[in-house]
Structure formats: C-alpha cells, structure tokens
C-alpha cells in the first residue's frame, strides 16, 4: 500500500477539548470566546469521522460524535484509547503511515480501522500534524470508511466477468455449430467425388471402343481432381489447426494469466481484470474469423515489426521476461501479407516454447536482409535442450511447415546449459508478394 501526500495542513484552533470549552482567563466575554465555539462546534458536528491526538504519544484527546459511531465507542471510552489502539498496526501499513506524517507533517493512504466490537473497515486516512497551545505536537484524522465502495467495486467486476465468460461460451458454441456444418460439407463433398469417380469408372467401361490414349488422359485427369480435392481439405485443415494453437490457444492462455494476477493481488486488479477481457474479446473475434474464413488484418494495419513489437510488450508485463527486438521496418513493404502472418506466428510459437520450458531471462529477436535472404532470429538464455530428442514437439513442427512453405532453411542451435537460437532464412524471392 502506498501513502500518498495529496493534502497540506490544515490548522485548527489551539484550544480543542472533548466536548467542553474552558474560557481562558483574558476573554472577557461569550463575543470574544466565539472562534473558540464555532471551532468546537464544526469539528463536533462534522460528517466525517475526526480524531485529534498527541503526536509524540499517540494518547486521543478529542472526537467528534461521526468517530464514536464509526468506532462504536462512547466519548469518554474513546478518550482512554491510544491511537496505535483502534488502527490495525499489522503488515507495516500503519508504521510507514506514520513515518511519512511525521517527515511530510501530513499523509493519506488505506488502513484498516478495528472497531469496539472487533470487526475491521477498510477506510482511507488522512491525518495532519498540527502545533497546539505549550507548543505541543497534535494531530487530527479523518476515517473515510471504504467498505461500501469496495463491495460495489466487487459486485461490478463480477457481473463484467460474468458477462464475459457468457459471451465466450455463446460465440465458442456459434464456431462448434460453424465446425459441425463444414463437417456435413466436407462428408458430402466425398460422397460426390466417390459418385463422380464411379460415374467416370463406368463411362470408361463403356466406351471400350475409344483410342487407348484417351481413356488413359480421362483418367489421369480424374485422378488428379480427386487429389487437388483432397490435398486442399488436408492444407485447410492444417491451416485451422495451426490458427487455433499458436492465436486463440496463444490469447486464451494471457487472459488466464492476467486473471490470475487480478485474483492474487490487489495491485493493478483493475488493470489486469481489463487486460484479461481484452485478452479474451480478441480471443473471440478470432475464433469468429475462423468459423467465416476471414484473414486476420492486424498485421496489414500495423505491419510485422510493430506487431511483433507489442506482442513482446504484452509478454514482458505478464512474465519475468527480458525481449529485445532488432528489426528492419522497410521490409514490411515487399513482404506478402501471408508471409507476414507466417512469421508472426512462428515468433509467437517460439516465444511460447521460450516461456513454457526454457527458464529465460532474456530473448533476442532480429529480423533482416542479407544478400538475397531474409533472416529471422528468436535467441534465449534459456536451459537449452539436446535438438536431436526434442526437436519433434508440435511447435516445432509447425514452425517448420510453415518456413517450408517459403523455402525457408530452419536451424534449431541449442544444448543442455547453453539456451537456444532459432535462425530462418528465407529466399527473398519466395517472400515478397510477386512470387507466393
């Protein structure tokens, strides 16, 4: 908890006692004791909760009637407490508050106020050091009970995670309905080709009396149909499969990680409460864009180097994680878009694989022209691995494919101790727009 110093002293008059004004001995008359009254008057009937005590002893020497009932103690019991007696003094919230008074001769920060019946309210304290009559050392404190606050503050949080988790379930189960629609399509497209293969069997059967050479070409050609079909079922599948591991699996598992935080900590809960829903409205749209084949434009409005950019700053608020990034901008122009896309994901995969197992401190990323290559480098301090027994895992392989796809050179560089280097390098001419 942090005391911050947001207020001045405010000084009130020298004479203040519990409830009776003595008239000292140069008045003369109730006109001149007036100030004096008025004083006594406004800090008795103020709406928030006051106490007055000796700086150099913590004894209470004045409270109005809002702290006896805030407190739940009479006027005269309170009197007899000292003020270290109705704060919690636990954690070293209390200490630090008290030793920034004392320094700035005012502080506010949250404490926790104990009550007469024992129960403790979360307030925010102000308190300001004043010098009273004999020169001695007084301050008054003013409790502001945050409890009511706090519990609207916690039903609104709830209702936005509760509507949050419902939107996610109605959009996973418009992609379940999506996936089982492709299913019955996918299912009746076989039935055609089997229909249409059966159709050509049996027109070739009947027209034995053809030349031998066109009946070998009507096959061939039939048989080279059925596998484009089947080869691009394959690719879109893959495809699918891949978006779903290394994007929505990738942004499902951040908004868990800020909702961990919000619910360990109290620091930053709203932050990371407001991360996670980001997180996840983004997981759902992708998902959406999945079950209608659209393509993702992040990348075409920002471009590669600035997305991968902000996906490292994400990455380094949610993890203990150093990543450094060394990219050259003006390759984003001949870059095709699916190219770009390709090698987000792969950083994403690797960076992942980083987080999950390498133990790193720090990651390099580069990104840049050599001759005629394109070069890209995921670097890690990390506790390495033998290459030639795990190198076989998920997301390697669909690091791999996808670098194929551009003829791209793949080289995994690690050993037990050592971390790991990850280095691509792509034909330019498989990596611009001209040729993909």
Known sequence: MRIKNQINPIPFGEKIS?????RPPHIKNERDLFPHLLHQKAFDNSFLPNIISIVSNG????ANRAAEKLLGYSAGTLLLKNYNEIFDSSGGHFKRMLEQRKAAGHAIGDLTVIRKNGKQLPCQITSVIFIGDNHIGKAITTMVDRSQGIRQQTEIDLKKDRAAAAG????LSESDATLTRLHKLEHKLDEEI?????SISASLVQQQLFKKEWKAETKLKAIQIARAISKAKKTERSDLGKELHDNVNQLLAASRIYMDLALKSSTDREDHISRSSEYTLTAIEEIRKLAKGLVNDAIKNVGLCIAIRKMTHDLMEAYPIKITCKMDDELDTPLSTKFKMDVFRIVQEQLNNIIKHANATRVRISFFQKETDNVLSVADNGIGFDVAENAEGIGIINIKSRAAAYKGNV???SRPGKGCVLKITFPIEHSTGQNN
């Open 18 to 22: 519990p409830r009776v004004i003595t």
């Open 59 to 62: 004894k209470i020497i004045a």
């Open 168 to 171: 996610l379930l109605f959009v």
């Open 194 to 198: 089997t229909a249409k293969e059966v």
């Open 411 to 413: 080289d995994l560089i």
